[in-house]
């Protein structure tokens, strides 16, 4: 079974983080919650408690099998940090899964990577990664080698089915 990191902070769109976690988990996979720091607890759009069990500056993205990255606001307020897209950058130029739903693929446009990928989001951060130079398609789970993206909350059954494929090979 793989280990998941999922970088997180306030304000993620509570479904987009809980559906997911709870798939993998439930897959038998280790789901580790990544923040600015460990031992604190985030909160969801919509009031959610995510306890954060590694600090950033505490974790090397060696230690992780898969990454990923829920939507909401918490993707922005995490690209701000270059530890953060350090982090996401180890996984765009690995082999290493990476998921992202919504606003999570924002913080790859950071790291420098999306140009010639092929991604979907949400319809707002679209256009950024077009600009960016990505494709973009506007389908409920885009697969792209290792990376696999998605748009909105009606499309996590179809994040989850594509996550837990990719993540069973």
């Known amino acids: 079974m793989a280990k998941v990191a999922v970088i997180v902070t306030d304000l993620v769109e509570d479904a987009e983080f809980s559906d997911p976690v709870a798939a993998l988990q439930e897959a038998g996979h280790e789901v580790v919650t990544i923040g600015f720091e460990k031992g604190t607890t985030v909160k ?8 954060i069990d590694e600090g950033i500056a505490d974790v090397k993205p060696t230690d992780f099998d898969a990454l990923f990255i829920p939507g909401g606001f918490s993707p922005d307020q ?4 270059e530890r953060f897209v350090d982090f996401v950058r180890y996984y765009m130029l690995s082999d290493k899964i990476v998921g992202a739903i919504c606003h999570g693929p924002q913080i790859m446009i950071q790291t420098g990577l999306v140009k010639g990928r092929t991604l979907t989001a949400y319809k707002t ?39 837990l494929k990719a993540l069973a090979k």
């Open 78 to 81: 995490l690209r701000a940090d």
């Open 125 to 163: 951060v679209q256009p950024d990664l077009y600009y960016a130079g990505a494709t973009i398609k506007d389908e409920p789970v885009v697969i792209d080698g290792q990376l696999i993206t998605s748009r909105t909350p009606d499309d996590i059954p179809a994040l989850n089915e594509a996550l």
């Open 44 to 51: 969801g759009k919509h009031g959610l408690a995510i306890p």
